[in-house]
T-cell receptor, first 113, second 110 residues
């Protein structure tokens, strides 16, 4: 099925560093969602974006909905050990009633204390 | 507030045995419901989704089936498990544009 291009695939950083990851698509989306998954748990929604150009923050996390509606990025500032996990982007076209998300393959983040 | 439950949390089943995983949502009505499978902690594969009672859409031809007997209950089943059915199964619900996940079921087929 269709997937988003999410990069980087993995990151290993020092505590305190900033992190940036992004997702791109050949298709236009009306909604971008960013999730974090801890090992053995379900993904948790971090940020939802609904308008092109929108910039939204959630604590140390900031995400933007690209102007072209084909991309989005997530930044984490001043990383801490509990930021470790897999981050997923997901896009929604709002076509029909099924609300199917298109997913990236994830960015695995490791933080060295 | 809304909550989503999945059980069991973990399951070890022999090849050829049947499967039944259950998902229930509380605190909302008429949600869209989804079953995903995740292998090796990466990549969410959509298996089934449902927009209402008795309405099931299958995304991937496979050894699994889904049913929605009640508004807030979604069941994933198999008559005979294969080794390749092992994985982390996640249920999710949507009302609006945001999707929320349950805690997942770790299935190991031996």
């Amino acid at each position: 099925g269709q997937q988003l291009n999410q990069s980087p695939q993995s990151m290993f950083i020092q505590e305190g560093e900033d992190v940036s990851m992004n997702c791109t698509s050949s298709s236009i989306f009306n909604t971008w969602l960013w999730y974090k998954q801890d090992p053995g748990e379900g993904p948790v929604l971090l940020i939802a974006l609904y308008k092109a150009g929108e910039l939204t923050s959630n604590g140390r996390l900031t995400a933007q909905f690209g102007i072209t509606r084909k991309d989005s990025f997530l930044n984490i500032s001043a990383s801490i050990p509990s930021d470790v996990g897999i981050y997923f982007c997901a896009g929604l076209t709002n076509a029909g009633n099924n609300r199917k998300l298109i997913w990236g393959l994830g960015t695995s983040l490791a933080v060295n204390p | 507030s809304q909550t989503i439950h999945q059980w069991p949390a973990t399951l070890v089943q022999p090849v050829g045995s049947p499967l039944s995983l259950e998902c229930t949502v509380e605190g909302t009505s008429n949600p869209n419901l989804y079953w995903y499978r995740q292998a090796a902690g990466r990549g969410l594969q959509l298996l089934f989704y449902s927009v209402g009672i008795g309405q099931i859409s299958s995304e991937v031809p496979q050894n699994l089936s889904a049913s929605r007997p009640q508004d807030r209950q979604f069941i994933l089943s198999s008559k005979k498990l294969l080794l390749s059915d092992s994985g982390f199964y996640l249920c999710a619900w949507t009302q609006g544009y945001e999707q929320y996940f349950g805690p997942g079921t770790r299935l190991t087929v031996t």
